[in-house]
């Protein structure tokens, strides 16, 4: 990723974490009570969850909208949810994590409402068995902090 890319990468990592933060204040209080859960209540959350389901509802609506309404989706059955931004090779792109009780710190993909692996210097679609698309180089340069 050049340099141009990168820092309009983390300026928008930055209005993210603002715009999170706006979120949780105007969703209410179930914000305040999730809790970090169990990999199984993950796990069950994924069986129920539907914002895989959305799809692209337009141009707009992007992977960081579903990193977005996922972890909302995600408190408001009080489950602590952050976003992850990563850094691939040729774009940005958008995840989520939770901190599970039991095996630590897993990532999922809201798109897929799937647990995925994040392995910096391999490619993110073929480690998680996504068809990669050919004309972006999706090796993980970086994960960057959850923002919770």
């Known amino acids: 990723m050049n340099t141009k890319k990168k820092i309009i990468f983390i300026i928008l990592a930055i209005i993210l974490a603002g715009a999170l933060g ?38 707009e609506y992007d992977q960081l909208n579903f990193a977005i309404d996922f972890r909302i989706g995600a408190k408001k059955a009080g489950l602590n949810a952050g976003v992850v931004p990563l850094s691939l090779e040729s774009i940005g792109y958008y995840i989520n994590a939770f901190d599970t009780k039991d095996m630590g710190l897993i990532y999922v993909d809201p ?19 996504f068809t990669p698309i050919p004309e972006f180089d999706n090796k993980v340069i970086k994960a960057y902090p959850p923002i919770w």
């Open 22 to 59: 706006l979120a949780g204040f105007y969703c209410g209080s179930y914000l305040t009570k999730a809790k970090n859960p169990t990999y199984q209540e993950v796990v069950s959350f994924l069986e129920k969850n539907s914002s895989a389901q959305k799809k692209q509802l337009s141009p």
């Open 111 to 129: 798109q897929a409402d799937k647990i995925v692996a994040v392995e910096i210097g391999k490619s993110y679609w073929e480690q998680n068995g």
